[in-house]
């Protein structure tokens, strides 16, 4: 059995400009939220979280749904087009909305209002009320941007879990961990562009700027990736070939054999298995997402750091991880990995409590490309794990359960989060709550059983390397 690298590469393209889309909303959204509409972080926090909801309903659905379509392209590609259209659209009509709510910051003179005698914390606080008074006076603007995120979000929930469930569509079981690798290779590539875009823009050295021109150029972006997946990626074909293989290789019977529900239903010890893949993904989501979906804030209001670059160190840390953790877990197994992942993720996160203000920013490269080694380690590892358990057929919909289990974390962790940052403030929770949701993964991860790949012999260079169609 041989990885085709090329062709992973190439549906790795529809992850690759899900990644840049993500990267962009993760960076600007909560900025324009909290200093564009004066809103607290918990307030932020709980509309970060509403992709999250839709997600757990709405990506097993779109999930399990293309399991069942079959057109001329395919079961997932229909999804990928219609979504990443309407995802630019209404992307970039969101961005008019907050040019509107910012032409009134400024006309109220708030980017220009001096610090004077106050602290940093009471500064920050009075700016914050003054703009959330025109919030209130006028909702019109939030009601707007929040109506279009919601369409934006929708369009992202269509064709996320059909994008991912492609690469085990077209990649027999014992190399998806390789497989992932490149899948995952692919997405940091979008998101390092969409990073590079933001030191560019600026995004993270003007608090009151327009993100009209950062998001044309993301969506230029996603759009490349889209065209070059939509004209490269022969879905249909690609996908009777790994069925063919299966069966030759004797990973699978034939599909007739196994289109019974009787013969998809897992065992008791496979769904226990099942069930703890699961809670660890959302413990260690839990804990990363906390993170990553306020580390623009953190950075910049507290820090004063660059949040694009340090995260540029971290996406570049986690592309020199990837192939190698996929080989490794071909040789140790996926679970092995994983965990090792997890220690290298939650000690980053706990260095990262150590940071000040006052720390010198090299400081924080370091600590993020650790976390991006742990990342990395992790996440090539735990979808392959999920769907390891998959009968025939149903790949769809067990990526659904993988990203409810993300997902419904993903909910969960920037608002409450965000309640302690209020409360306690950031500075002494940011990193300690990341640390300790990874650490619980740890424990989760440790009594799994199933869904682990098979170590395989030691191949030749070549055949690592091979790119053959």
Not at 26 to 38: E, M, Q, R, S, V
Not at 43 to 54: R, Y
Not at 193 to 209: D, E, H, P, Q, R
Not at 327 to 343: D, E, N, Y
Request: with cysteine; net charge neutral.
């Amino acid at each position: 059995m041989k990885l085709n690298y090329k062709r992973t590469l190439l549906v790795g393209m529809a992850f690759f400009l899900i990644t840049a889309f993500w990267q962009a909303y993760d960076a600007i959204i909560p900025l324009i939220l909290t200093n564009h509409f004066g809103l607290p972080q918990s307030v932020s926090g709980a509309i970060m979280s509403i992709d999250n909801v839709l997600a757990v309903f709405l990506l097993p659905i779109f999930g399990a749904l293309s399991d069942k379509v079959d057109t001329k392209y395919g079961k997932r590609t229909p999804f990928i087009f219609i979504g990443t259209i309407v995802a630019i659209i209404s992307f970039i009509a969101l961005t008019f909305i907050d040019n509107y709510q910012l032409s009134r910051v400024i006309a109220e003179g708030i980017p220009s209002i001096s610090q004077g005698t106050m602290s940093d914390e009471a500064f920050s606080e009075f700016v914050r009320e003054t703009t959330v008074a025109l919030t209130v006076g006028n909702p019109l603007p939030l009601i707007g941007f929040i109506v279009t995120l919601l369409v934006v979000l929708l369009a992202m929930a269509i064709f996320r879990s059909p994008a991912v469930a492609l690469m085990p569509d077209v990649t027999v079981k014992p190399l998806r961990s390789k497989a992932n690798a490149i899948i995952n290779l692919t997405g940091t590539a979008g998101g390092i562009i969409v990073l590079v875009l933001g030191m560019v823009f600026a995004t993270s050295k003007n608090l009151y700027m327009q993100y009209t021109g950062y998001v044309v150029a993301v969506c230029l972006v996603m759009l490349t990736g889209f065209v070059v997946f939509l004209v490269s990626v022969k879905e249909k074909k690609w996908a009777e070939e790994m069925e063919i293989d299966s069966v030759k290789y004797g990973l699978a019977e034939p599909a007739d054999n196994t289109s019974s529900p009787e013969k998809n239903k897992l065992t008791a010890p496979e769904l226990r298995s099942l069930i703890l893949i699961l809670a660890s993904v959302a413990l260690w989501y839990i804990g990363y997402n906390s993170i990553t979906s306020k580390y623009s804030v953190y950075a910049t209001n507290i820090l004063g750091f660059d949040f694009n670059f340090t995260l540029i160190v971290a996406q570049a840390a986690a592309i020199v991880s990837y192939i190698p953790v996929g080989m490794i877990a071909s040789k140790v197994g996926r679970k092995k990995t994983i965990l090792a992942g997890v220690i290298i993720l939650a000690t980053a996160f706990l260095i990262g409590v150590f940071v000040t203000p006052e720390t010198p920013e090299i400081i924080m490269y370091p600590v993020f490309a650790l976390a991006g080694i742990g990342w990395a380690t992790i996440n090539v590892n735990s979808f392959p794990m999920a769907v390891e358990l998959a009968k025939h057929g149903d790949v769809g919909k067990y990526t659904g359960y993988y990203y409810t289990a993300s997902m419904s974390a993903q909910i969960v962790a920037p608002i409450i989060s965000g309640m302690l940052y209020d409360i306690f403030g950031m500075r002494y929770t940011f990193f300690a709550f990341g640390a300790v949701f990874v650490a619980l993964a740890f424990v989760t991860m440790f009594f799994v059983k199933h869904g682990d790949s098979i170590p395989t012999a030691k191949k030749s260079m070549l055949e690592h390397i091979d790119v053959d169609d």
